[in-house]
Nanobody
Framework: VQLQAFGGGLVQAGGSLRLSCAASGRTAITRYMGWFRQAPGKEREFVAAIDWNGGNTMAVQGRFTISRDKAKNTVYLQMSSLTPEDTAVYYC???????????????????WGQGTLVTVSS
């Protein structure tokens, strides 16, 4: 499975941004797609995830919404009311071992996109 994340950039505080993650390859072996982020000097943390088949979603921030387009094999992360604290490299990830019980655990994910940088200016 190959994942390509894009859509990052520079945005002012209070603004919105939508990230995309295009999946290719043996995507049928994965059920969940997740987004993680890593801010400068901090550990990577869980942001959101979606059940590829059922569409059930979960997100840490209420300002973030995850969705998917099955026809395009693409997952989106819509972010709104951004603050400088949201500045980070955002990664999409997936893997055949991801379940509802470990969906927030990055070690469960076998496949990772290259990351896309989001910078929020104050």
């Amino acid at each position: 499975v190959q994942l390509q994340a894009f859509g990052g950039g520079l945005v002012q505080a209070g603004g919105s941004l939508r990230l995309s993650c295009a999946a290719s390859g043996r995507t049928a072996i994965t059920r969940y797609m997740g987004w993680f982020r890593q801010a400068p000097g901090k550990e990577r943390e869980f942001v959101a995830a979606i059940d590829w088949n059922g569409g059930n979603t979960m997100a840490v921030q209420g300002r973030f919404t995850i969705s998917r387009d099955k026809a395009k094999n693409t997952v989106y992360l819509q972010m709104s009311s951004l603050t400088p604290e949201d500045t980070a490299v955002y990664y999409c990830a997936s893997g055949p071992s991801v379940t509802l019980s470990n969906v927030r655990t990055q070690a469960a994910y076998a496949y990772w996109g290259q990351g896309t940088l989001v910078t929020v200016s104050s």
